[in-house]
T-cell receptor
């Protein structure tokens, strides 16, 4: 496997279900991200993990719970979601630049299309 | 309030002609800008970027222009090819040489290149 992979690619869940989205990066990067893309809205940054530590929580409801067990894996645990949470969830990774270093772009996975019934 | 705006949801261009995609931003602290391209059922892929210390960056058929005073950037594709048909996202970062890796995205422009 190369790049950034995400599983599952599609997920349908009820509001009372608990599910998890998985992301794995094979690029040796040290930063990972969760984004949400709803119809006709910009990609919204949800969480940032730098060196396995969460450095950004963009006012995300607690029904979304991220987990980063190591620098290659990122999970998004879902529970008691609402229909408005239906969206494409994208994972990305990048090599965090040190101060004064070059900017390193983010590489995205294919996304998980989530439908909440 | 959207800090990065792509006001054209779609653009249609003939093959071989120039495609110009536009992006405006409101935050004067942004110092790094990127364009991503997205095909259906795939994640966005990085296309080209520009630092605020430059006003132009070119990579093959793709050129990005930055007008800091107008807080505007554009992506030019010359010549356009049918394989360029995709959604193009503009993104910006207040990078400060590594202080943050947070990207703010626009809503995207769907480019259709007609054969």
């Amino acid at each position: 496997e190369t790049g950034v992979t995400q599983t599952p690619r599609h997920l349908v869940m009820g509001m009372t279900n608990k599910k998890s989205l998985k992301c794995e990066q094979h690029l040796g990067h040290n930063a990972m991200y969760w984004y949400k893309q709803s119809a006709k809205k910009p990609l919204e940054l949800m969480f940032v993990y730098n060196f396995k530590e969460q450095t950004e929580n963009n006012s995300v409801p607690s029904r979304f719970s991220p987990e980063c067990p190591n620098s290659s894996h990122l999970f998004l645990h879902l529970h008691t979601l609402q229909p408005e949470d239906s969206a494409l969830y994208l994972c990305a990774s990048s090599q965090l630049s040190l101060a004064g270093g070059s900017y390193n772009e983010q590489f995205f996975g294919p996304g998980t299309r989530l439908t909440v019934l | 309030d959207q800090q990065v705006k792509q006001n054209s949801p779609s653009l249609s261009v003939q093959e071989g002609r120039i495609s110009i995609l536009n992006c405006d931003y409101t935050n004067s602290m942004f110092d790094y800008f990127l364009w991503y391209k997205k095909y259906p059922a795939e994640g966005p892929t990085f296309l080209i970027s520009i630092s605020s210390i430059k006003d132009k960056n070119e990579d093959g058929r793709f050129t990005v222009f930055l007008n800091k005073s107008a807080k505007h950037l554009s992506l030019h594709i010359v010549p356009s090819q049918p394989g360029d048909s995709a959604v193009y996202f503009c993104a910006a970062s207040a990078w400060y040489g590594g202080a943050t890796n947070k990207l703010i995205f626009g809503t995207g422009t769907l480019l259709a290149v007609q054969p």
